[in-house]
């Protein structure tokens, strides 16, 4: 066998560099310059259409009105359109409607997926295999929107908020990501508390929950962003403008590009109704205000949550 003597260093092939600058290493000032260039237009181009829609919606109307669309930058920043929408009219309710089946329905959903998710996570409990093969057919069929909306209306849930809870209550996939993470907890922390009498309520909420922050925040975040998006079943059964969800009236009057009447939005006696421009834009900031408020809270959650909760187990 033969040995490399320490008078004779092994030969390296030199590094073969993948710079898209010509004679640049990776490493190098100009090649970190040109990565920082690149990083800065992405940021730029993501930026400036949430610029442009904050702006306007900000914007002196005279300065909409003369630009003839979106404003990059307002001259004078004002809050007449978002005055105008959170008086008492059409958009002040789908907010007050959105906020509602957002709270009510990921509470409920949580409840729901938490004890589902718990349930099925106990080896030997009651129904365990039938209603987990239940649970994984409905991600592979979908009941189809026929169906859904005749099984509504035999319900009598048209018209009514539970519309937009009940047929998204239960989200299989968050179920099964629940369930991997209840899985991975030990069960010597269970056998010990069964063994000092507790009970299966007080095991879950004392032992499992505290120990599944980390995916329940996640869930939760989940299920919030869907009710809060939802539009399609608000569709389907909201006859009543009145009760309208905040993006069945982002999909109407922005979407859509429709006007809002003066029964709509309220202003000032004697002040003139903000731009449509204007209105529209300030619908979507606020469509996307309290995601965006909750969402860095929950940020921390994430990778812990889903990655643990879904790949272990």
């Known amino acids: 066998m033969t040995t490399l003597s320490p008078t004779h260093p092994v030969r390296r092939r030199p590094r073969r560099s993948y710079s898209a600058i010509p004679g640049e290493t990776p490493g190098s000032p100009p090649w970190r310059a040109f ?19 904050i702006s306007t919606s900000l914007a002196d109307p005279n300065q909409v009105n003369k630009s003839g669309g979106y404003v990059l930058w ?10 105008a929408l959170l008086s008492g009219g059409l958009v002040s309710k789908a907010m007050l409607v959105s906020v509602g089946v957002t709270v009510v329905g990921t509470a409920l959903s949580l409840v729901c ?16 295999k039938p209603v987990l093969l239940m649970l994984l057919m409905t991600m592979l069929f979908a009941p ?7 099984m509504i209306k035999q319900l009598h849930l048209i018209n009514s908020y539970w519309s937009l809870i009940l047929p998204t209550m ?3 996939f968050n179920v099964i990501v629940l369930r991997s993470f209840f899985m991975n907890i030990p069960h010597e922390l269970v056998d010990a508390a069964r063994i000092d009498g507790a009970s299966e309520m007080s095991i879950l909420t004392r032992i ?3 120990l599944s922050k980390a995916s329940v925040a996640v869930i939760g975040l989940f299920y919030a962003v869907t009710y809060w998006n939802a539009f399609f079943n608000a569709l389907l059964y909201i006859n009543d403008a009145s009760k309208w969800p905040m993006q069945m009236v982002l999909r109407t009057y922005v979407v859509n590009n429709s006007a809002l009447s003066a029964g709509q939005v309220n202003t000032a006696a004697g002040a003139p ?7 529209q834009a300030a619908i979507l900031v606020l469509s996307i205000v309290p995601i965006v408020i909750i969402y860095p809270f929950l940020q921390r959650h994430m990778n812990k949550g889903v990655m643990v909760g879904a790949v272990k187990g």
């Open 35 to 53: 990565k920082s260039l690149i990083l800065l237009i992405c940021v730029v181009l993501v930026l400036l259409p949430f610029l442009a829609i």
């Open 74 to 83: 307002p001259d004078h920043a004002t809050f007449a359109s978002y005055s």
């Open 170 to 172: 239960i989200n299989a």
């Open 144 to 150: 189809g929107v026929i169906p859904s909306y005749l």
């Open 208 to 210: 499992v929950l505290p």
């Open 113 to 128: 997926s938490i004890s589902l998710a718990y349930g099925l996570s106990r080896p030997g409990s009651f129904g365990h």
């Open 273 to 279: 109704i903000p731009p449509t421009q204007s209105l």
